[in-house]
DNA sequence: TAGTGGTCTAGACCACGGG
DNA sequence: CCGTGGTCTAGACCACTAG
């Protein structure tokens, strides 16, 4: 278990404070100086706690004015694009058919072409990724072998981000998305239960490690009845 | 014109460094200690240039071994899903034909849930975005008349961040985006030259102001032919 | 014009990566 | 072990909001 970093502790304590007081949407919280003295740590440490709070979409800051409660809004079956953390931690009673895996030498180009000039042997995993029964998502993931060494069936029915993270202890660290709309295939649409020439969001990842490199590259095409999916845009951006 | 911070400069800087290097994903950037030299600021203020561009993926840091560079993979013909910049600055060549536009006491049901117990009075602009006269987005837009008092067809016509930000002086600070996919209605499938039934992409934006009020709820309805968007996201992120 | 957040400094010490 | 980034402090001064 990884031990909290000072600014990361008042940051949960912040949240435990929004929480526990009921705070809604545009409520305000106590002033710097208040959090400072209450914390019993350095100025700078409470701005990091709520740097982190505002990128995650919690808090918001008017300069002369105070801080202010960011409520998510109703978020209620929205998957987030921001997390990492996969699907698991966001929709509910998830499970997986593993509908094949395979052990490439190299992958295809449209995968090859992130690789760059690793090695290139790798997974090829397909799970068609059910909730409560109904099929919302069906994946296709290729990962490096150099990274992820070793993928069973009995992995791959269960969280993939989990495996890695405390099974490989590999720490995903950002994530690139593309993302596009499409018909569906008569294949693609059997696997859904929908039907072909059906609306589909792909989703197309990449995945970085700690090391900066991409170790995972993945195609998810959703089930357009049962997804929806929002993103929170912090300010500063650009 | 705003004056920049430090900060911000420092952030400029940089990006001008890695252009004028041709730096490449994976390249390394100089050593805190050397930009603190280079720049004769303090080493705070070069962490929060750097955070700044951590969150625009422009850059990513590893403790104990550098600053890499993280370049944007090929975003050719992609959207940005960070930016609260409009379309106008990503796409090229966009025209909007007008729809309409409406003055309502208050808006539908949809939006007003939103706004909460705000006055009500409110613009509905309706329009059609083109780029390269191909219809790319339908977009259904609601603007609280407290905010943006005065809205006219040949405001419509251009770029209403532009007209907000620089001809009303508001301040965009973040946004929340709601997804799905649906398929297209006859009256939307002809407006985007596309058959009924056909897939959609539907992005349900709020806009919130400095204040941290929502004062603009859209619907953009995208032509799924010629609309790709990518996301990147960045580290410490929930 | 008082109050609150924002920027910036100088420097100490910690934690991780890689030879 | 050395070099690099990460955390944290204490405090000065700036900039914006709101009554």
Same mark, same amino acid.
């Given at each position: 278990?990884?031990?909290?970093?000072? %600014?990361?502790?008042?940051? +949960?304590?912040?949240?435990?404070?929004?929480?526990?007081?009921?705070?809604?949407?545009?409520?305000? @919280? !106590? $002033?710097?100086?208040?959090?400072? /003295?209450?914390?019993?740590?350095?100025?700078?440490?409470?701005?990091?706690?709520?740097?982190?709070?505002? $990128?995650?979409? =919690?808090? %918001?800051?008017?300069?002369?004015?105070?801080?202010?409660?960011?409520?998510?809004? +109703?978020?209620?079956?929205?998957?987030?694009?921001?997390?990492?953390?996969?699907?698991?931690?966001?929709?509910?009673?998830? =499970?997986?058919?593993?509908?094949?895996?395979?052990?490439?030498?190299?992958? !295809?180009?449209?995968?090859?072409?992130?690789?760059? +000039?690793?090695?290139?042997?790798?997974?090829?995993?397909?799970?068609?990724?059910?909730?409560? &029964?109904?099929?919302?998502?069906?994946?296709?993931? %290729?990962? @490096?072998?150099?990274?992820? !060494?070793?993928?069973?069936?009995?992995?791959?029915?269960?969280?993939?981000?989990?495996?890695?993270?405390?099974? @490989?202890?590999?720490?995903?660290?950002?994530? +690139?998305?593309?993302?596009?709309?499409?018909?569906?295939?008569?294949?693609?649409?059997?696997?859904?239960?929908?039907? !072909? &020439?059906?609306?589909?969001?792909?989703?197309? /990842?990449? %995945?970085?490690? &700690?090391?900066?490199?991409?170790?995972?590259?993945?195609?998810?095409?959703?089930?357009?009845?049962?997804?929806?999916?929002?993103?929170?845009?912090?300010?500063?951006?650009?």
């Amino acid at each position: 278990m990884r031990i909290l970093k000072k %600014y990361q502790l008042v940051a +949960d304590n912040i949240r435990e404070y929004i929480k526990d007081n009921e705070l809604k949407r545009g409520d305000k @919280l !106590p $002033k710097i100086k208040d959090l400072v /003295d209450s914390f019993n740590v350095s100025k700078a440490t409470i701005l990091q706690a709520l740097s982190l709070l505002a $990128k995650q979409g =919690t808090v %918001y800051k008017i300069q002369g004015s105070g801080i202010f409660v960011r409520q998510p809004a +109703d978020l209620h079956g929205y998957m987030s694009l921001l997390t990492n953390r996969g699907i698991s931690g966001i929709v509910k009673n998830v =499970t997986s058919d593993v509908l094949s895996i395979d052990e490439l030498d190299e992958p !295809p180009e449209k995968v090859k072409k992130y690789f760059e +000039d690793e090695e290139l042997a790798c997974y090829r995993l397909r799970r068609l990724r059910k909730t409560n &029964g109904k099929p919302f998502v069906l994946e296709e993931s %290729y990962f @490096l072998k150099k990274y992820v !060494p070793f993928l069973s069936k009995e992995i791959a029915q269960g969280s993939m981000f989990k495996y890695i993270s405390e099974g @490989l202890n590999e720490e995903i660290r950002f994530s +690139d998305k593309f993302m596009w709309v499409e018909k569906l295939s008569e294949n693609e649409a059997n696997k859904l239960e929908l039907k !072909p &020439g059906d609306p589909a969001l792909v989703v197309n /990842d990449l %995945y970085y490690l &700690g090391n900066g490199k991409i170790f995972d590259v993945s195609f998810l095409t959703y089930n357009y009845q049962n997804s929806k999916f929002f993103d929170q845009s912090s300010d500063e951006i650009i």
